[in-house]
Every structure is written in structure tokens, then in C-alpha cells.
């Protein structure tokens, strides 16, 4: 499976973006996504994941309420609308998949990644 991020750009504070990730190969519908984020200097964490039918969200608590995740099996796409971006939003957002049914929130349960877009906020 390969993945393809982009949407990603500079946004003021309080602006909003779309990520979009484009899947091919594999069996998407069949995949969990997930997103994650690098910041300068700091770890990969995650963002947000839906289930294959995109019923299921998981988020991380600094996000909830501001980004929605989506997808669309037919286009093989998964989104993530992110509103009322923060400076610290800023980091590189990377789209994930995994094989699993649930939605996890750690790295190594994810099995495909993109190669990342950049996202910053200014303030």
C-alpha cells in the first residue's frame, strides 16, 4: 500500500486546513487509517484514526472537538479537517494504515505510512 499525503500549508491561528491521503495498492477499504503528527524536536505522535468504515474515531485529546477524520472507499482517501489550528499545531502530519479492526493510537500497529506534509501555523 502506498500513501500520499497533501492539503498540507501555512494557516493563521484560527485558520483551517483539509489533509487528504490517497491510497493505492492493497485493499483500502479493508484498512484502519491513522494520522499522526512530528513537531520540531519532538517524538511522532498521534492524531487521530477511523475505522475501515469510518463509523469508529479515535483522537488525541488536544485535538478533539477542533479535527475530524473521514475517509472515502470509494476514492481510497482519508481526510482530516483540521479547524481552529493552534501554533502548536505546526509539525508534519503523516497519514497511516493499518490492518488491524480497531483504531490504535501507537505507531507499530500501523504497517503502511506516507512520506508526511508539512503543516504550519503562524501566530
Known amino acids: 500500500v502506498q500513501l500520499v499525503e497533501s492539503g498540507g500549508g501555512l494557516v493563521q491561528a484560527g485558520g483551517s486546513l483539509r489533509l487528504s491521503c490517497v491510497a493505492s495498492?492493497?485493499?483500502?477499504?479493508?484498512?484502519?487509517m491513522g494520522w499522526f503528527r512530528q513537531a520540531p524536536g519532538k517524538e511522532r505522535e498521534f492524531v487521530a484514526a477511523?475505522?475501515?468504515?469510518?463509523?469508529?474515531?479515535n483522537y488525541v485529546e488536544s485535538v478533539k472537538g477542533r479535527f475530524i477524520i473521514s475517509r472515502d472507499n470509494a476514492k481510497k482517501t482519508v481526510f482530516l479537517q483540521m479547524n481552529s489550528l493552534k501554533f502548536e499545531d505546526t509539525a508534519v502530519y503523516y497519514c497511516?494504515?493499518?490492518?488491524?479492526?480497531?483504531?490504535?493510537?501507537?505507531?507499530?500497529?500501523?504497517?503502511?505510512w506516507g512520506q508526511g506534509t508539512q503543516v504550519t501555523v503562524s501566530s
Open positions: 497511516a494504515a493499518t490492518s488491524t479492526m480497531a483504531t490504535p493510537i501507537t505507531e507499530k500497529s500501523y504497517d503502511y
Open positions: 495498492g492493497g485493499s483500502f477499504s479493508t484498512y484502519a
Open positions: 477511523c475505522s475501515w468504515s469510518g463509523r469508529t474515531t
